[in-house]
């Protein structure tokens, strides 16, 4: 009788191990591939502007990152407005039109279930400029030279 050295062990390489939800930290290629394609078909219909709410019409939205969960049915995007760090005051506004951006999303992506759209600020850039600020302090630039 052979023994099996496995035997016991859970392999979390591979696709059955991706299926088990045991894969490696970081997404999927499938999540990055469909995240990536529902970050462009969102920013084109933030293109169009034809919102009919108030807050949003004259508002300019980037979208600068979706991330999918596993099952890819719930996908966050991070958005940021152009030239203006007040994203957070449209955050009620994108929570109403998720459904319609939803269903003109499901004309333009070939997936089964269209994700439901869950939006959240952008702030790495405001975290960039504040660490770029930091490190251009004279004190700080000294200790690093």
């Not at 392999?11 to 591939?33: D, E, V």
């Not at 600020?133 to 630039?141: C, E, F, K, R, Y």
């Amino acid at each position: 009788m052979s023994r099996n050295p496995s035997r016991g062990k859970v392999n979390t390489a591979g696709p059955a191990g991706k299926l088990a939800g045991l894969a490696a930290s970081g997404p999927s290629q499938r999540q990055l591939r469909v995240g990536e394609e529902v970050r462009r078909v969102l920013a084109d219909l933030f293109a169009r502007t034809e919102f009919r709410d108030p807050e949003l019409v004259d508002a300019r939205i980037t979208v600068t990152e979706v991330r999918l969960s596993p099952d890819l049915k719930h996908a966050t995007a991070f958005v940021a407005r152009l030239g203006r760090s007040d994203v957070d005051a449209l955050m009620p506004a994108l929570r109403r039109v998720a459904p319609f951006l939803r269903s003109r999303m499901s004309g333009n992506l070939r997936l089964r279930v269209v994700p439901e759209i869950h939006f959240q600020p952008d702030t790495a850039l405001d975290y960039a400029m504040e660490v770029s600020a930091l490190l251009s302090q004279p004190d700080v630039a000294r200790d690093l030279d």
